[in-house]
């Protein structure tokens, strides 16, 4: 229970107190949208360029984490996309936005600050590499799959959709932020002191403004839609997802203990609201995934717990 008190809690307040803002109109729609877009376009790619910047790359990259972790988020996916197709019958386009959204982890807003709350600053470097995988691998999938699947039904040339899908992962702030780090990393190059100082401010500010501002955007995802839809993505998401990834992890490549706790724990968090932004992008099941995310959110306070309790 303490660690649900000092190490989650704080987390969710930060995120309640954006909902609480929202709700009373301290603070309109259109700022909320501000504020998360400072976040996810400028405060969070500093934070992953300068974080990535300073990893070493030639010890910290571990096929076993990777594969213990994606495994699991793709099988998640599998799972709930055949469900929602063939058990709650729903089309093509919108199986895919569900098993996208059982998919997408939150890694950056709730994974990095719980791992970090719970392990320590130190204890990060396992997520870091995750997340600098996870937008272009998982967006790549994503977008290539939806594409595959409204070309069929549009008739869309291949090279068109082939377009659309690099131009849709290649303009993600995120995998920029991603790209100039790895660039700085593998080039060795130093940032001249007050740039360096300015982006640190930046990125301190990332995570507190994006859970504050989470909690601004999820006051607008009213829980409605397909009960069954929702309660599929929560299932997979916080439940498949991490169990496979622990599976994998302890039974099968052995990872060590601050690479488990970081994936572990990142499996085991919500889908991230780029899920309902995928959602949106394409027009389909925006209601469930919205749903969702605002409803795996909440549990996840609980799920995350759970997980801190069963991890050495």
Known sequence: M??????????FLLIGAGYAAAVSRVIAAPGID?????????????????????IDLGTAWSPDLLISFYVGAFASFAVVAAGALVWLRRPA?????????????????????????????????????????????????????????????????????????????????????IAAGFALNLGRVTLPAPVQEAAEMIA????????????????????QGDARAIALICAGSLGLHPMLTWWLGTGFYHLDTASLRSAVVTAAMAPGVNAYLFAHFYGAGQRVTASAVLIATGLSLFTAWGWLRVLP
């Open 2 to 11: 303490q660690a649900l008190v000092d190490v989650i809690l704080p987390v």
């Open 34 to 54: 501000g504020l998360m877009r400072y976040a996810n376009s400028i405060a969070a790619p500093c934070l992953l360029m300068l974080a990535i910047s300073r």
């Open 93 to 177: 386009p919108d199986a895919v936005v569900i098993g996208f959204a059982a998919l997408f982890s939150n890694t950056l807003l709730l994974g990095l600050p719980i791992t970090e709350r719970a392990y320590g600053s130190g204890a990060l470097t396992a997520n870091y590499i995750l997340i600098s995988v996870h937008s272009p691998l998982l967006f790549g999938f994503g977008i290539t799959l939806m594409e595959v699947v409204l070309a069929r039904a549009q008739g869309l040339h291949p090279l068109r959709m082939a377009a659309r899908v690099v131009r849709g992962i290649a303009t993600q702030p995120l995998l920029i932020g």
């Open 204 to 223: 301190s500010t990332a995570i507190p403004v994006a859970l504050f501002g989470l909690g601004g955007v999820l006051w607008r995802y009213r829980p």
